[in-house]
Every structure is written in structure tokens, then in C-alpha cells.
T-cell receptor
Framework: DVKVTQSSRYLVKRTGEKVFLECVQDMDHENMFWYRQDPGLGLRLIYFSYDVKMKEKGDIPEGYSVSREKKERFSLILESASTNQTSMYLC????????????FGEGSWLTVV | KNEVEQSPQNLTAQEGEFITINCSYSVGISALHWLQQHPGGGIVSLFMLSSGKKKHGRLIATINIQEKHSSLHITASHPRDSAVYICAVRSGGSNYKLTFGKGTLLTVNP
């Protein structure tokens, strides 16, 4: 079974803190994604990576950065957390190509106070 | 930009009922996904389809490319089917970008 593991399920951080959300997948997928999910807005893509050290901005990259140093690991970084980044963050992965299933992690609930 | 509309937003059913959730999109796609999200967050992929119909257990997904419409059916619904069902489309020419509907919250009462 494909496993996408997010390091933290629930986090509470203070405004201005640097926050790291880690994601690891075990299926040698090329593509990895970070989404955020907010009530009434659905899932929105923050960043996408299609290979090691490669990244592309999604729809809402402002206030976020990412790192992919190894194929299996994709990190989302909030350089200076703000209250409007309180959200559910979901990591996902898939093989390259449009005909492939996407697999999601369990999600990380981040509260910024 | 592809717009994805789901209906209904909320659906309450009695155990055993036949359920249909609809998804419409605005531009051509290469694939459509149906996803299930239970309370607590994790999302599971139910189907990926680009034409025709797929069946898995009590779940059936259909797509009509010409009409830009897909339906997810659940036969003999059960309380454990209670979840949010999300439609997502991958636009033609995109390797990766999915556009998501806002989801349909299904509650199945015993």
C-alpha cells in the first residue's frame, strides 16, 4: 500500500514562528504536492515538485516555501507564520503523467495564535 | 481556468438509499478524480476516469466527456459512507494540476 506520511497531525504555533511541515512517501513517486484546505474554499495548491530540487508555485504560494532534497521527502516551510495560515495542510504524491492516481496524507492541522 | 461545480453541497440519506453526487466542469480534461474525505482529514482516491464508467463494490462513477459531467453513485448506502466526496479534474495538457470542487457532505442515517 502506498503511504504518504505527514510528520505532525496537530500543531499550534505563535505568530512569527518558522514552521516546518514534513511529508514522506514510500512509492518512489516523482510528483509531490502541498495543498491547504479551508471551509468553503476546497483544496488549493500551494506548491508542487516534480523531481528532486525542482518546484513550481501553485495557486497560493505567498508566505510559503518548499524543499525537496530527497525524492521521498517534501517539506513545506512557513517562514513567518501568520494567523491567516491557520488551516489544514495536505501533502500528496503521484507518479508523473496525467493518468495516475494521487495519494494523500492524513493532513496536518495548523493553528497560528 | 477550469471551474468545478458539485451538487448537492449537502446530502442526507437513510441507510439503504441510492445516492447520486454530481460534478460539472467547464473546460476539457484529461482525467477526473473522485475522492473521499472522512472526518479528521485524510483523503482517499476512489476513482480516476477519463471516459465511460467504473465500479468498485457499491460505488459507481460515470463520466460524459461531451457534456462535461460526472456522477458518483452509491448503492445501498450505509452510515460508514458518511463523508465528504470531492470531485477533482486534471485539465488537458497539465501533468499535475488538479482543480477541486468544494465537496459534497454526505450523511447516511441508520
Amino acid at each position: 500500500d502506498v503511504k504518504v506520511t505527514q510528520s505532525s497531525r496537530y500543531l499550534v504555533k505563535r505568530t512569527g514562528e518558522k514552521v516546518f511541515l514534513e511529508c514522506v512517501q514510500d512509492m518512489d513517486h516523482e510528483n509531490m504536492f502541498w495543498y491547504r484546505q479551508d471551509p468553503g474554499l476546497g483544496l488549493r495548491l500551494i506548491y508542487f515538485s516534480y523531481d528532486v530540487k525542482m518546484k513550481e508555485k501553485g495557486d497560493i504560494p505567498e508566505g510559503y516555501s518548499v524543499s525537496r532534497e530527497k525524492k521521498e521527502r517534501f517539506s513545506l516551510i512557513l517562514e513567518s507564520a501568520s494567523t491567516n495560515q491557520t488551516s489544514m495542510y495536505l501533502c500528496a504524491s503521484s507518479f508523473r503523467g496525467s493518468g495516475n492516481t494521487i495519494y494523500f496524507g492524513e493532513g496536518s492541522w495548523l493553528t497560528v495564535v | 481556468k477550469n471551474e468545478v461545480e458539485q451538487s448537492p453541497q449537502n446530502l442526507t440519506a437513510q441507510e439503504g438509499e441510492f445516492i447520486t453526487i454530481n460534478c460539472s466542469y467547464s473546460v476539457g480534461i484529461s482525467a477526473l478524480h473522485w475522492l473521499q474525505q472522512h472526518p479528521g482529514g485524510g483523503i482517499v482516491s476512489l476513482f480516476m476516469l477519463s471516459s465511460g464508467k467504473k465500479k468498485h463494490g457499491r460505488l459507481i462513477a460515470t463520466i460524459n466527456i461531451q457534456e462535461k459531467h460526472s456522477s458518483l453513485h452509491i448503492t445501498a448506502s450505509h452510515p460508514r459512507d458518511s463523508a465528504v466526496y470531492i470531485c477533482a479534474v486534471r485539465s488537458g495538457g497539465s501533468n499535475y494540476k488538479l482543480t477541486f470542487g468544494k465537496g459534497t457532505l454526505l450523511t447516511v442515517n441508520p
